[in-house]
């Protein structure tokens, strides 16, 4: 689905993400885990959009897609989201994944004067669509809720559902876990399941929820000083005497054994 070449992000002298190369299967949930400052939300940005490589190429489904836009990114399917939600915060949960779907109706002012009536028809199927999402995610009751009072937790499933409102093929989702509690981190983590097992989803996964990483991912890509230190199943990177030092330093690999988490 993506693959990564070579890819540099360069602030200054400063080199966020140095040489990375890397591939997202088709069908997969990959994670993409490293200590903090590794360069793993630069290099989301770079691949959705949000910044320009400094060098490298993206390709999605052998396309080059180096340096487009988010909004072509989100035409083409390619969707992330954020460590810190970023809702509509005076808008309803309903309202916030009706506005999702691009090229509305209503969106045009002469819609809004002589086509009344398509752009009604066109709201009841973006709220009755809105409806199955928000079942599908077992939020169905805070349809009415604004959601700027909606938790942080409940905030990451209204994202997830943004993604559900339009033909999304892969999702990055950047610390989809923080801040949330344990019972939304579970159901979060089934939604994503279930998307990738039902839907065909393709997801990228930064986390540091190394049991919510295990649970979902295979593959685990490792980044440390903006390079990909290693790749494999959750269980042969955390016995990794390279990621462990990432993570840890030089000579805590005993406490790793002693049962701390990375």
Not at 1 to 6: A, K, N, R, Y
Not at 22 to 43: C, D, M, Q, R, V
Not at 159 to 184: I, S, Y
Request: charged share 25%.
């Amino acid at each position: 689905m993506i693959v990564v070449e070579d890819l540099h992000k360069h602030f200054g002298g400063f080199r966020a993400v140095d040489g990375a190369s890397l591939k997202i299967a088709t069908g997969s949930i990959t994670g993409l885990i490293g200590p903090n400052g590794a360069g793993k939300t630069t290099l989301f940005n770079c691949i959705a959009g949000r910044l320009r490589p400094t060098s490298g190429r993206v390709t999605m489904q052998g396309e080059d897609i180096t340096g487009l836009p988010p909004h072509e990114l989100f035409r083409k399917g390619l969707l992330r989201t954020f460590q810190i939600a970023h809702e509509f915060a005076s808008l309803t949960v309903r309202e916030n994944l009706m506005v999702v779907p691009a090229r509305q109706s209503g969106e045009t002012l002469w819609n809004a004067w002589f086509a009344r009536g398509r752009i009604a028809a066109e709201e009841r199927a973006l709220a009755a669509k809105a409806d199955a999402v928000l079942e599908f995610l077992t939020i169905a009751h805070l349809a009415e809720e604004r959601a700027g009072n909606l938790s942080g937790g409940q905030k990451k499933l209204l994202e997830l559902g943004r993604t559900m409102m339009v033909d999304a093929k892969v999702v990055f989702l950047d610390e989809v876990g923080a801040g949330v509690n344990r019972t939304l981190l579970n159901t979060i983590a089934d939604a994503i399941v279930r998307l990738n097992r039902e839907r065909g989803y393709t997801f990228c996964v930064i986390e540091h929820d190394m049991d919510f990483i295990a649970r979902l991912c295979d593959p685990v890509i490792v980044m440390a000083e903006g390079k990909v230190l290693a790749e494999g199943p959750a269980d042969a990177i955390m016995r990794n005497e390279a990621v462990i030092e990432a993570y840890l330093g030089t000579g805590l690999k005993n406490k790793v054994k002693a049962g701390v988490a990375l």
